[in-house]
C-alpha cells in the first residue's frame, strides 16, 4: 500500500498506456531499406501468423520514469488519466505493484483507457497508438502533496492549455524543480509555446535528431545544440546519440559519456530513452552533480533493453553500483 501521508520525491507528469507487444516472424516480414529509413513491409489480404504477445499495462514515458524512480528508492508518483474500464484498473494494479502512488491517476468513468499495439521486429519495433481525449486538469496540491520535483512527459495532443496550467503552478511554487522530457506533440509544439516550461526546467533531455528538430541547431556540431538548449533557459542539457553514447552540459561544463557495453545483444529497445532520462535525473534529484549522474544512466538503458518492455529491467541503486564495480576501464565521462 502506498502511503499517502509521504511527502513525494518526485511526481511523473504525462499519459499511461497498456502496451501489447506481438512478436513478429522474420519469414511472414521483411525490412526495406529506403532514403527515408527501414520499412516493415507486412503483406495485405492474408493471415499473418505471429510469434507470441505480451501485454504491459502501467507504461508510457512518464510512467515509465515513475517506475525507474521507485526502483533507485525515490517516493514516486504518477499524475495521469484512466479510463473507467477493466484497462484502467489494469494499469492502476500494475503502477501500485511497482511501488508508484496512484493518487493523482484520474479515472474519466465515460472514456477508455489507452492502448497501443506494438509490432516487434527482433530488436526494433512499430507502435500503433491512440491517446484518447481526457480532459486534462492540473491538480489541486494540499501543502503535503507538493512534490520536490516535476518530471514532465509524452501527452495527448488536445493537452495544451493544461502546459499552461502546470507552468503557472511552477511559477506559484518556485522551489519544486521541472525536468521535461518532450513527447512528439511537445516537441511539435515548438520552443516558443512552450518557453516558460523549457526557462523553468532544471534538466530536458532529448536524443540528437530530437533536439536538432526542436531547437533548430547544427546536427553535426554538438557544442551547437547544446547552446540552443541552453539560450532557452535550461540549466542542464542532456542529448543522447545512440551508439556514439550521450552529452550533457549544465551551462559551464561539457561532458560525453560512451554506452555501457551490452551483455547481450538487445532484446527490445522501447524505453531506452525513457531509462536514460530519468535515470539521470533520479541521480540528479539524489544530490549527484553531472559527471556522476552520467555514470548512473547508461547502465539502467542497457539493461532495459535486455528486456520486453520499458520496465522490467529497470535496476536498484544497489544493482547499479554492481555494474558500476564491473566496469571497463574507458566507461567514465569525458570533459569535452
Known amino acids: 500500500m502506498t502511503d499517502k501521508s509521504a511527502k513525494l520525491d518526485v511526481l511523473s507528469v504525462g499519459d499511461v498506456v497498456i502496451d501489447d507487444f506481438i512478436d513478429l516472424i522474420e519469414k511472414y516480414e521483411y525490412i526495406e531499406q529506403t532514403d527515408k529509413g527501414p520499412i516493415l513491409n507486412v503483406p495485405l489480404g492474408t493471415k499473418i501468423p505471429y510469434e507470441k504477445a505480451q501485454v504491459i499495462a502501467g507504461v508510457g514515458n512518464a510512467p515509465n520514469a515513475a517506475v525507474a524512480f521507485a526502483r533507485l528508492g525515490l517516493k514516486s508518483g504518477l499524475i495521469s488519466n484512466i479510463g473507467g474500464d477493466k484497462r484502467g484498473e489494469e494499469i492502476i494494479r500494475a503502477l501500485k505493484h511497482n511501488k508508484v502512488d496512484t493518487r493523482f491517476v484520474h479515472e474519466n468513468t465515460d472514456k477508455l483507457s489507452n492502448y497501443h499495439y506494438v509490432l516487434q521486429y527482433e530488436a526494433e519495433r512499430t507502435i500503433f497508438i491512440k491517446h484518447e481525449e481526457y480532459d486534462y486538469e492540473w491538480p489541486r496540491f494540499r501543502p503535503n502533496d507538493i512534490p520536490k520535483w516535476i518530471y514532465f512527459s509524452s501527452i495527448s495532443d488536445n493537452a495544451l492549455p493544461y502546459h499552461d496550467e502546470m507552468a503557472d503552478w511552477l511559477d506559484e511554487n518556485p522551489d519544486v ?48 545544440l547544446l547552446n540552443k538548449m541552453h539560450e532557452t533557459g535550461i540549466k542542464i542539457a542532456l542529448i543522447t546519440d545512440g551508439p556514439n553514447g550521450a552529452y550533457a552540459s549544465d551551462g559551464n561544463k561539457r561532458w560525453s559519456m560512451p ?21 539521470f535525473t533520479a541521480a540528479i534529484m539524489k544530490g549527484a552533480d553531472v559527471p556522476s549522474a552520467l555514470l548512473w544512466a547508461p547502465i539502467n538503458s542497457m539493461s532495459v533493453v535486455q528486456h520486453v518492455g520499458a520496465q522490467e529491467g529497470l535496476l536498484s541503486e544497489d544493482q547499479i553500483d554492481y555494474y558500476l564495480r564491473n566496469a571497463p576501464k574507458n566507461y567514465h565521462p569525458t570533459e569535452m
Open 177 to 224: 524543480k521541472l525536468a521535461f522530457q518532450p513527447g512528439t506533440f511537445q516537441m511539435q509544439a515548438g520552443v516558443e509555446r512552450l518557453s516558460r516550461l523549457y526557462r523553468r526546467a532544471e534538466i530536458v533531455a532529448l536524443n540528437r535528431e530530437e533536439a536538432t528538430d526542436v531547437f533548430g541547431g547544427n546536427h553535426e556540431d554538438i557544442h551547437d
Open 259 to 279: 554506452l555501457y557495453p551490452d551483455p547481450a545483444p538487445p532484446v527490445d529497445r522501447t524505453g531506452a530513452g525513457d531509462s536514460f532520462a530519468s535515470t
